[in-house]
């Protein structure tokens, strides 16, 4: 089985700060990786896939970088509506499927 | 605009059984996987199966063979999860979610969720 670690669990930041959230895969998965934002109460939004590809709609203060095993999740200019936690995922292939444990984003 | 509704809470008794819909609005139904994920409270997402509907196939991780059924109903373009034989480690918020892309298996977009509690 493939895991995936994320880190920090847990960070903030202030407002129009800059974040960076990492992704670890235990295996090589090239770019077959995906990163969601989830608010409380909600469902889990794509942000983005294939490591860097922006969802339409997603804001490009938003980006992802990586391949292999080692992938990052960078906000810039943090804003308030940025708040929720924050989940990668693998989807090399259907069997493989794992998601992050997650990372809660606050506004400091 | 593609949407995924699913249907409402539930409350079950250790033992019984839960079946959750998920109905599609915005697109060919029969083209797109369909899975299933889940989330206990405070935890991490959790991946339950998926259905192609075009063909009725289907697959699941391990820990959940023998006990979960999925199935469709093409002319309503309705997704159905059953699970048997319920724990309390069942409760959990139940997604269903689509392929972001034919034959991609990452997850756009979801349903609402449906909260699935087993308590006795």
């Known amino acids: 089985d493939i895991q995936m670690t994320q880190s920090p669990s847990s960070l903030s930041a202030p407002v129009g700060g800059r974040v960076t959230i990492t992704c670890r895969a235990s295996?090589?998965?090239?770019?077959?990786l995906a990163w969601y934002q989830q608010k409380p109460g909600k469902a889990p939004r794509l942000l983005m896939y294939g490591a860097s590809i922006l969802q339409s709609g997603v804001p490009s203060r938003l980006s992802g970088s990586g391949s292999g095993t080692d992938f990052t999740l960078t906000i810039n200019s943090l804003q308030p509506e940025d708040v929720a936690s924050y989940y990668c995922q693998n989807y090399r292939s259907a069997d493989s499927i794992a998601f992050g444990q997650g990372t809660r984003l606050e506004i400091k | 605009q593609v949407q995924l509704v699913q249907s409402g809470a539930d409350v079950k008794k250790p033992g019984a059984s839960v079946k959750v819909s998920c109905k599609t609005f915005g697109y060919t139904f029969t083209d797109y996987y369909l899975h299933w994920l889940r989330q206990a409270p405070g935890q991490g997402l959790e991946r339950v199966g998926r259905?192609?509907?075009?063909?009725?196939?289907?697959d699941c991780p391990q820990k959940f063979r023998g006990r979960v059924t999925m199935t469709t109903n093409t002319s309503s373009g309705t997704a159905y999860m059953e699970l048997t034989s319920l724990t309390p480690d069942d409760t959990a918020v139940y997604y269903c979610?689509?392929?972001?892309?034919?034959?991609?298996?990452?997850?756009?977009?979801w349903g609402q969720g449906t909260l699935v509690t087993v308590s006795s």
């Open positions: 295996q090589d998965i090239g770019h077959s």
């Open positions: 979610a689509r392929d972001g892309t034919k034959w991609v298996n990452y997850f756009d977009p």
């Open positions: 259905i192609y509907p075009k063909t009725g196939a289907s």
